[in-house]
């Protein structure tokens, strides 16, 4: 496996752009409008958010996803379409019927994705005026600029590329997305799109995407919210000419292992422009009795504020850990807990092992990234976690995000 640049146009036969069209503030200018599109209609795969409250587009594309055809996606930032009622979703319906008759395919088989705030009306005639324009645009180089154009507090794009021999030829997955705040597990946590042009049946392609989304945009957390908005989705247009990737097959096994780096390389991208963040960090749960109480100790220490705060402030208060894995829910003998932070061991035996392990924990949290190590002495599941610091700046930015 390689990785490669060219994002989501990285595979054979996607072209892609992203414009200004005016649904974002006039003054700044940004892009807020991208569409990607397949020269040909191919297997369509999705993860949706978990949330109640749920987007317009959302709707529609689970809706869309039954048929399990894709052609191409249209996304707007700057505005979610969310809590929007009837008009939202006659909104949505409009914008996939704009792109459908543009590129001469079904209305199912393009997909709608929006981010930005909640509550206010989306302008489909600013829509409406551009995708004419913006279907001109669409280029094999066109990647980066429909990464930009699906950004909201963002503070870089996110795309990432792989390649690898697959059936007999060479097969490309490329994927974008945009995440900085309300992330954390439990469907996709964003907005993600990947692409393939591996030739794979929707079942197979589902269960490759839903297996990469569970490993990797489920195993972060910012600040322990979930959008409405929340959505991966990955088109496959089968123009490599491989032969079929089947499960089971060595393959097919090669070919999810290049799902799950892209999803996890945008994952990671995502904690890393996290609202305000200085530090990522993986927390690790082993020897647990099951995968699940190995699940719920990582997410509890990874979204607990007090952790957070002290990972931010550089404090190294290793009972911070221990209190959030001690209030996780799961039954544990603390007399068997060990913690390790980086290559520093703090707690055996359910005990601190002093000042000097304390001196050296200081200067592991001053590191940008490392990990916590989480040993139950119970089992033999394991999970993990990245979460990141909680500081002053994401404060600032959410308190004054519609203004």
């Not at 990607?36 to 529609?60: D, H, I, K």
């Not at 199912?108 to 645009?137: E, W």
């Not at 209190?323 to 544990?332: E, F, H, M, N, S």
């Amino acid at each position: 496996m390689k990785i490669i640049t060219g994002g989501v146009t990285a595979p054979i036969g996607f072209r892609a752009a992203g414009m200004y069209c005016g649904i974002k503030k006039k003054q700044k200018k940004q892009l807020d409008l991208a569409l990607l599109v397949s020269e040909q209609e191919g297997p369509v795969a999705g993860v949706f958010t978990t949330n109640q409250v749920v987007a317009a587009p959302v709707v529609l594309d689970r809706l869309h996803l039954k048929k399990g055809i894709g052609r191409a996606i249209l996304v707007n930032s700057g505005n979610a379409n969310a809590c929007t009622g009837p008009d939202g979703m006659r909104v949505a319906k409009e914008m996939a019927q704009l792109v459908a008759t543009a590129v001469g395919s079904a209305p199912h088989t393009i997909f709608i994705g929006s981010t930005g705030v909640i509550g206010q009306p989306l302008p489909i005639d600013c829509i409406k005026n551009a995708v004419p324009s913006l279907l001109a645009r669409v280029t094999r180089r066109g990647g980066n600029e429909a990464a930009q154009a699906i950004m909201t507090t963002d503070l870089k794009p996110k795309q990432v590329a792989v390649r690898a021999r697959l059936g007999g030829r060479m097969v490309t997955v490329g994927g974008m997305a945009k995440g900085s705040g309300m992330i954390h597990p439990n469907m996709a946590t964003m907005l993600g799109y990947l692409t393939t042009d591996a030739v794979i049946g929707r079942s197979a392609l589902q269960t490759a995407l839903s297996q990469a989304v569970d490993q990797s945009f489920n195993c972060i957390t910012v600040d322990g919210d979930t959008s409405t908005n929340d959505t991966v989705l990955c088109l496959a247009n089968g123009m490599a000419g491989n032969q079929t990737l089947k499960p089971g097959s060595a393959d097919f096994r090669r070919f999810c292992a290049m799902v799950e780096t892209v999803c996890r390389t945008l994952a990671l991208k995502i904690c890393w422009d996290g609202e305000g963040v200085t530090k990522v960090v993986r927390v690790e749960v082993t020897r647990a009795r099951s995968t699940t109480a190995a699940k719920q100790i990582a997410q509890t220490i990874a979204t607990s504020n007090l952790v957070k705060t002290a990972l931010f402030g550089g404090d190294a208060n290793w009972g911070r850990v221990m209190a959030a894995l001690g209030r996780a829910g799961v039954p544990i003998d603390p007399s068997r807990v060990s913690l390790q932070f980086g290559d520093v061991p703090m707690v055996r035996n359910g005990q601190g092992l002093g000042r000097v392990a304390e001196q050296k924990l200081t200067k592991v949290f001053r590191a940008k990234e490392f990990t916590i190590r989480v040993d139950l002495a119970q089992g033999q599941a394991e999970a993990h976690m990245w979460t990141t610091d909680l500081s002053y700046e994401y404060v600032r930015i959410n308190a004054s995000y519609r203004s």
